[in-house]
């Protein structure tokens, strides 16, 4: 708006500029209290407490070990003997152990990733676990090296 508009508002347009402003005011004002309500909404089976996000820095790590036949191979083995017992034989989330569990372990075949979808992501979760679930960080039980190789094996669950 300039100064030198040679049509000055009207008393009545003003009054309603006026109370148009409060309103988008006012919503924005109860637009962020529900923001911050939902927040601090507790977690429930379908709705995982920490929302979907991804790890930056995890991003950005590149897998060093190819996804050859040798490194699913291993990748597969590791994932037989640590894994299956809550994501399932074939990663689908239906292990032994899985009932009741909350939230409950990912689908691993579905092509969603709840912390990310790259290399640098899944290996980062696996390595380091997810924060207040079951899912506990391999980093002692695993070398870099064989954590990598699962990430490819789980590659190759992907059925989409
Ligand atoms: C004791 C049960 C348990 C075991 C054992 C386990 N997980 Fe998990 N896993 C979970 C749960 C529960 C989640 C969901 C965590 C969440 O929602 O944040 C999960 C999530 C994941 C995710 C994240 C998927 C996504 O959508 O981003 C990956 C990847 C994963 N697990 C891989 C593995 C691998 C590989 C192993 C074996 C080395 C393993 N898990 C062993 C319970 C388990």
Known sequence: ??????????????????SCALAVAGWLLSSGAAMDASQAKPATADEPHHGDHAHADAATLTN???STPASIATGKALFERQCVSCHGPTGTGDGKS???MTPPPADLTDGTWE???SDGEIYTLIKDGSKNT??????SKMTAQELWSVVNYIRTLQVH
């Open 64 to 66: 060093p070990v190819k």
């Open 115 to 117: 912390h990310g979808a």
């Open 134 to 139: 079951a899912m506990k960080g391999f980093a």
């Open 98 to 100: 899985a009932a009741h």
């Open 1 to 18: 708006m300039t100064l030198t508009n040679p049509l000055p508002l009207k008393l009545t347009s003003r009054t309603a500029l006026l």
